[in-house]
């Protein structure tokens, strides 16, 4: 049997997540044949390019396969980190020159709705959000199509404060870390039907969704594949800095002035 034979890479948090993945081939959803998928995911911090590639072959001696044999490469195309994420662009685009293969760029938000779903068949409306820093939310909102056998995009990848998420008006699942981050700061965590912080960038749901893309046709040639960013800036400058610490004391002082005035009114 013709087998298709995927590579996802995904080194957008601090975890270098690599997956082999050898299916049946054949049109989406015509297979009841699962996939076999070799796996290294390991925390390595911000050193996840050392350890990419001694990964990568690792998983093809392991499965017995070359490089050769595969028919694109997947990668995490973001939002995350601005370093991983081009970690795993590099490495994709330049295993796809050398080899003559389409590259499969996946949202590490999709990728957590993904997981979500593998996690839990009902979890079909999923809000995905991750922590982005700087008090903010990288999010996005998918509904998952049975008739298509793909999710839907209702809301692209957002970067937004935790108060300005906009919330499905059915029941759905919030996946990936802001719930952790934020805590009650974050509506949707009280909103939701079920919350699961371990539906996160991944490359074995990353994977899954990758094949559905490449049997569809939805793969770029190497030179297209990029990171999606987008947040345009990984820092505040620093009079962005001066100027947040001198209004977070202002407001300090307000609030003392007023607890002030209370205690002597009383």
Not at 49 to 62: N, Q, V
Not at 149 to 154: A, D, F, I, S
Not at 227 to 252: I, L, M
Request: aromatic share 6%.
């Amino acid at each position: 049997m013709t087998q298709t034979v995927l590579l996802a890479l995904d080194t957008s948090t601090e975890f270098c997540s690599v997956a082999l993945l050898s299916a049946a081939a054949g049109a989406p959803g015509h297979s009841s044949a699962q996939p076999h998928i070799w796996l290294r995911h390991e925390q390595t911090g911000a050193v996840s390019s050392t350890r990419l590639l001694p990964a990568i072959r690792e998983l093809f001696d392991e499965a017995g396969l070359k490089l050769a044999d595969c028919h694109a490469i997947a990668f995490g195309s973001g939002p995350g980190s601005f370093t991983g994420l081009r970690t795993a662009t590099g490495v994709a685009q330049g295993l796809a020159f050398g080899l003559n293969l389409p590259v499969v760029p996946i949202s590490t938000l999709l990728a957590c709705a993904e997981s979500a779903r593998l996690r839990d068949p009902s979890a079909t409306r999923v809000l995905a959000a991750l922590d982005a820093r700087m008090d903010e939310i990288y999010w996005a909102d998918y509904a998952w199509d049975d008739a298509q056998g793909e999710w839907r995009t209702l809301q692209a990848a957002s970067l937004d404060t935790p108060d300005r998420l906009v919330l499905p008006d059915v029941p759905f699942t919030l996946a990936g870390n802001a719930a952790a981050a934020f805590g009650a700061r974050l509506p949707a965590v009280a909103a939701a039907r079920t919350v699961d912080g371990e539906a996160l960038p991944h490359a074995v749901p990353l994977a899954h969704a990758a094949l559905r893309a490449l049997r569809a046709g939805r793969t770029v040639p190497a030179d297209q594949a990029a990171p999606e960013y987008v947040r345009d800036k990984v820092a505040q400058t620093t009079a962005e800095r001066v100027a947040d610490k001198a209004a977070k004391a202002g407001q300090a002082a307000r609030l003392a002035h007023e607890a002030r005035q209370g205690e002597a009114g009383q």
